[in-house]
């Protein structure tokens, strides 16, 4: 999944999936939870279309869950996919090798803070492979802000889980059994793109010690840091802990479009992907429905 900050946003993958029994399905999903969420994929419908392949296009807003639209895609074992959001509609089209074609629109009332992909077995539990050449997104930069409430930071690779040990703040591969949640507070006024934040667990201040961030003793004066996050995704830092060291205080703005990977395979049939997010994935059949 990636993250996208409140706005617009354009998404675009192609998934090939040999669906054939009924839930059977692959495609792109736009995200907030396992209660609100707007899903579109090529998946065998059964009855619902003529052929019994479709380009589903389901909605669910607030635990409530609707299949809005069904295109029939006879024969079809692969798509290119787009999902858009202007406002409050999210769109999806296909591409048909010469234009995109509507496949069904809905108009949500909850934030999208993450976009992907999924893939369904069937309904009798029968797993199918579809494989996604490159998901490609295209999104507003996020805005500074100052967290609310309480946060924690996940590192990259293994190494995940913000831990509090006696030479300071260090990310291990090991889930803690209690999690380190972070305070931010503003500490002064924004300048140059960066708003200076205080950060506490409880009432003990992030300070620093030597050249490691650690927790201080209740009272004590906060270390005063730089804060940038995405505008609804997670948080990042930098500089990236690893094991052992200590854990940033400096939080950047990850931009969800940063990311690269191997350009897709061409294809006469296939629109390049305009936006600039590429990634090569094998999905299992696993989804909410």
Known sequence: MLDVPAGDFTVVTHVDAPVDRVYQGAGLIAWQDMDNYVRSGLTFVGDLSPSGRAIENDVESGGTFAANAFTDRPGSTGETLRMQ?????IATSYWDGAAWQPAGSVDVDFPVTQVGVY??????????????????LEAAEGADQVPEGGFTLAGPGDARHLVATEDGLALDDERPATTVVLQAAPAGTPADGVAPVTLAVGDRPVVVTGSRLALGDAGARRRRC???????????????????????????TERSSSARATRPRSSPSRPPPSPTTRSRSTSPASAPR
Do not use: I, K, N
């Not at 959001?85 to 509609?89: E, F, L, M």
């Not at 893939?119 to 490609?136: C, I, K, P, R, S």
């Not at 730089?226 to 950047?252: F, I, N, Y």
């Open 85 to 89: 959001r202007t406002g409050d509609t």
């Open 119 to 136: 893939a369904l077995a069937a309904q009798d539990g029968t797993a199918h492979t579809a494989t996604f050449d490159y998901v490609a």
């Open 226 to 252: 730089a804060s940038r996050t995405p505008g609804a995704g997670r948080s990042g830092c930098a500089p990236r802990p690893t094991p052992s060291s200590t854990s940033a205080c400096a939080r950047r």
